[in-house]
């Protein structure tokens, strides 16, 4: 709410405001002193009445009275909105001629967020556009910044984000945040999934002696999660098959062997896929004293070309 007040002073001439523009809500409310020789007063705003002395002309209830006395005329605004900016005028009536006084009411509003990208799904290389709509008096300043270890300061000071040729670097949570100064700034997120095929980044061969467990290890970062089989020699193996184990985790697999044997030892291939691509490692149970010889790629087409007609058959399969 606001406050408009005249204070009555006998020293004085005429009405005066002890303040020019005046901005709510952080300005002061402005004063209008008149003299003694004053018969009648009002409060205006543009060209309409208000109050005259005592009576009410307005119709809006938010427009109340709160002192007529020697020392004040004061009238108050309540749940102040933007339409209420604008020129308020003391005008007083004295024995000779009538003054008037005016104050500028600046109306601030704290800045809101009205409209802002949803959450977006969005393959590797492709370019996304982000935006973020707010209001405000002053008209809030709007920037987007990316939330992440890795990121420096902004990456963009504008209503809209642009990203050309997206990396998986770059997904995660994007902050808008609107500021005006009047007051906090108000922040929401969007979050950004970039999608990738399958990547090997770890293929772990391992040696074990004969009647021991052994367990190889296949690890693969991907988005949507990679999806793992593993073959020997042309034959895919399956959960179930006696003393042997897969373990699927979203990014690891694991091939465990509860009682290696002569036969178990040999060339193991792990492949993982999702609905981007397929990648495939080549890993070793060995032996003890054997050298192991492990290697992994996103394109062992030469080593493994026995498991393209079984991937291409899988995938249309599944997808």
Sequence with gaps: QVVLALPRRPDSDGPHFLSGPWTYPSGFPPRCTIDNRV?????????TILYAGNDKWCLDPRVVLLSNTQTQYSIEIQNVDVYDEGPYTCSVQTDNHPKTSRVHLI?????????ISSDISINEGNNISL?????????????????????????????????????????????CS?????????VRRVKVTVNYPPYISEAKGTGVPVGQKGTLQCEASAVPSAEFQWYKDDKRLVEGKKGVKVENRPFLSKLIFFNVSEHDYGNYTCVASNKLGHTNASIT???PGAVSEVNNGTSRRAGCIWLLPLLVLHLLLKF
């Design 107 to 115: 109306v601030q509003v704290s800045p809101k967020i009205v409209e």
């Design 285 to 287: 149970l060995f032996g």
């Design 39 to 47: 018969t009648r007063v009002a409060w205006l705003n543009r060209s």
């Design 131 to 175: 935006t973020c709509i707010a209001t405000g008096r002053p008209e809030p300043t709007v920037t987007w910044r990316h939330i992440s270890p890795k990121a420096v300061g902004f990456v963009s000071e504008d209503e809209y984000l642009e990203i050309q040729g997206i990396t998986r670097e770059q997904s995660g949570d994007y902050e």
């Design 178 to 186: 609107a500021s005006n100064d009047v007051a906090a700034p108000v």
